[in-house]
C-alpha cells in the first residue's frame, strides 16, 4: 500500500512540473512573439502620403489581410496594456496576441473595428477598464485613438455590436466573468469612439464591409461568436 502511494505521489508530482513546463512554454513563446513583433512593428512606422481611392474603387482597393499577418498595436495607457494585434481569432493567434476579427472593419479604416483577446492574458486589465479611458491603435498608416463610452456582459450570441457603423468605433471583446474556471459563459465588451482625425492618418480609404461569417473564437470560451449583417 505504501508503496503504491509512493508511485501516485511520483506520478502527480511529474504531472505537476509538466503542466508547469507547458505553462511556461506558453508563457515564454508569447512574450517572445510580442518583443520580435513589436520591433518588427516599429520599423514599419514611418510617415505616409496616400492618394485618395480611384472614383468607384470598392473592397477590391484593399488588399485581404492573411490569417496571423501583423496588423497594429493597440494600447490603453492607464492599465498599461500594450499588445500586437494580429489578422484572425483562432486559437494559435490569441495564443500569442490579440486578434482582429475578421469581418469587421481592418484597423486603421473607418467603422467598427473588432479585436478579441484571452481574459487571462492580455485582455485580463480590462476588468479595471472605465468610461473615458483613452486606447490608442497604432497602424503603419498612423495612430488612431479612441475614447471608452461604454462596457457590457452579453451572452455569446448577442454579436450586434460587432455589426458595421458609420462613425470610427472600436469594440473590445473578450471572455467572461474574468475569474471563471473553464469555458467562460459570457462575454465583455468595451465599446470605444474615435476622437476625430488620426495621427498621420493617410488619405481617404476604403470601407470594408462585414462579413457574414466573421468569426469570434476568444480562446477557452467554449463556443464560438459569430457577426454578420443585422
Request: net charge positive; charged share 20%.
Amino acid at each position: 500500500m505504501r508503496r503504491a502511494l509512493v508511485v501516485a505521489e511520483w506520478i502527480l508530482a511529474a504531472a505537476g512540473v509538466m503542466a508547469l513546463a507547458y505553462c511556461a512554454a506558453v508563457y515564454g513563446g508569447m512574450r517572445f512573439f510580442q518583443a520580435r513583433a513589436s520591433r518588427q512593428f516599429t520599423r514599419t512606422l514611418r510617415p505616409q502620403v496616400a492618394a485618395p481611392p480611384e472614383p468607384g474603387a470598392g473592397k477590391g482597393a484593399v488588399p485581404e489581410p492573411k490569417d496571423g499577418a501583423l496588423e497594429a498595436r493597440l494600447e490603453i495607457p492607464r492599465l498599461a496594456v500594450r499588445v500586437m494585434v494580429v489578422e484572425g481569432v483562432n486559437s494559435g493567434d490569441l495564443r500569442r496576441a490579440a486578434g482582429h476579427i475578421p469581418g469587421t472593419a481592418l484597423p486603421g479604416e473607418p467603422g467598427n473595428v473588432g479585436i478579441a483577446a484571452h481574459r487571462d492574458t492580455f485582455f485580463r486589465p480590462l476588468r479595471n477598464i472605465r468610461v473615458d479611458d483613452t486606447i490608442t491603435l497604432e497602424t503603419s498608416g498612423g495612430a488612431y485613438r479612441y475614447r471608452v463610452v461604454a462596457t457590457k456582459v452579453v451572452a455569446p450570441e448577442e454579436v450586434a455590436l460587432l455589426y458595421p457603423t458609420r462613425n470610427d468605433t472600436l469594440t473590445l471583446v473578450t471572455c467572461y466573468p474574468f475569474d471563471y474556471v473553464g469555458a467562460a459563459p459570457r462575454r465583455f465588451v468595451v465599446r470605444a469612439e474615435g476622437e476625430g482625425a488620426a495621427i498621420n492618418r493617410p488619405g481617404p480609404v476604403t470601407l470594408l464591409p462585414a462579413s457574414p461569417s466573421a468569426r469570434v473564437e476568444t480562446g477557452g470560451c467554449g463556443r464560438d461568436t459569430r457577426s454578420g449583417r443585422p
